[in-house]
């Protein structure tokens, strides 16, 4: 599967998942709001290849970010993560305030592989060293792997939980 053609499935995948990806700027109709929005979503786009993303529930802010990973160093992926997470303050007023403190922000980063033997190295060493989340915290970067090769897709460990189912996606992708 070429670059062109699985972009063109995550697209059409996430969009059915109510990620906007094909038109994530037009989130915000109005012009205040929306203006701040089209540059946040700019800024962030500059740390992914795409990006997609859901203001479902109620007022949490979810973001789903794809990155091409098999160029990068292992370091170079987890200081993408760190600067995600960076970027994700900015997006803090797009969430509702409920009670004391505003809800959750959160990018699920899903890092694009073609070798099987780099995705495996990722996800045994790198993928620890990824995710950003603390329960004090509300800004949250969730890390998630897509093998091409092997055509599979993997989660993080631990919590927090996500609702991504990932074994549908994984069909979808890879029918």
């Given amino acids: 599967m070429d670059e ?9 995948v996430f969009d059915g998942l109510k990620y906007r990806i094909s038109d994530v700027e037009g989130i915000y109709q109005d012009d205040h709001r929306g203006a701040k929005w089209k540059t946040e979503i700019a800024e962030l786009r500059g740390l992914c290849d795409y990006l997609g993303a859901s203001l479902k529930g109620i007022g949490e802010v979810n973001l789903v970010l794809f990155v091409h990973a098999d160029d990068l160093t292992d370091e170079a992926i987890i200081g993408k993560c760190h600067l995600i997470k960076d970027r994700l303050a900015s997006f803090k007023q797009f969430a509702l305030r409920f009670c004391w403190r505003k809800l959750p922000v959160t990018a699920k980063v899903f890092f694009i592989f073609r070798n099987s033997e780099q995705a ?13 989340h603390n329960f004090s915290n509300t800004l949250c970067v969730l890390p998630f792997g897509i ?7 993997w989660d993080y460990k631990g919590l927090p939980f996500h609702f991504l189912k990932l074994a549908d996606i994984e069909a979808a992708l890879f029918s």
């Fill in 4 to 12: 062109v053609e699985l972009q063109r499935r995550i697209v059409s």
């Fill in 147 to 153: 093998d091409v090769s092997a055509k599979s897709i």
């Fill in 120 to 132: 495996f190295h990722f996800r045994t060493s790198v993928q620890d060293h990824c995710k950003q």
